[in-house]
């Protein structure tokens, strides 16, 4: 079926309400800020605005559907879906300049009551990203620091470009990162004590800046040096440390 509201220049105010039924998409382009209220959607959903996309109730796709969002302002607008209860299957997350040729800083937040897969997201600021199961992707992430929260394992190997990552993982499965670009720190792993996390940079120096704990094992390499600045291990050690630097290894933690 034909969109709805796909009319470049349309203007919101208050919460806006979507709803349709089938495998089925909505397509919306405006200017304004959009407040997304509970909604059901079809399959898929597209939002380009100019302005925020925030949210006061749950969106969810019934047929498995990709949630794509783009907004596009020279002074950057931020990406926020944080209820608990969206559901996924795939997003799309882009803050761009005006003229839509590049990134521009602005935050962007998603949460899923399950897991979904990441095709791509693009910003020069945060990425906060929280699933209530497994997270992957098949797409690039473009940002600074990159937040995961996860239930079942987070892989995120398709080569991304980020400055620094955070991970925290619970019951099962493994956290991997694989970054392309950039130096990278990883300022916080928590995983179970079973698994492995593996942190792969080939963007130069990879520096995990605090301690490392929990009985899993841990292996990194880097095209530059690995760099421990914190300790490696403490009330529950490691069961493995496997570190591969082209430059070298540095342990400065104790």
Known sequence: TAPLFAGVGNVFTGALTLSNSGANDINILGTSNYILAASNIGRSLTLSTNGTVTQTGAIVSANAGTLTVKTTNNSGSAITLTNASNEFTNVDLRARNLADNANIAAAISYTDVTGFNVNTIGTLSTVNLTANGALSDSGAITGTTL?????????????????????????S??????NSTNALTVSGIAQPSTGTV???????????????????????????????SSALGGTTPLTSVNATGTTGVQLNGG
């Open 147 to 171: 937040t995961t929260s996860s239930v079942g394992g987070t892989i995120l190997d398709f080569g991304h470009a980020l400055t620094g990552f955070n991970a925290t993982n619970t019951t």
């Open 173 to 178: 499965g493994n956290i991997q990162l694989v």
């Open 198 to 228: 593996t942190i792969t940079n080939n963007g130069g120096n990879l520096t995990f800046s605090s301690a490392l704990n929990n009985a899993y094992a841990l292996v990194a390499s880097s095209s530059g040096n690995v760099i421990f």
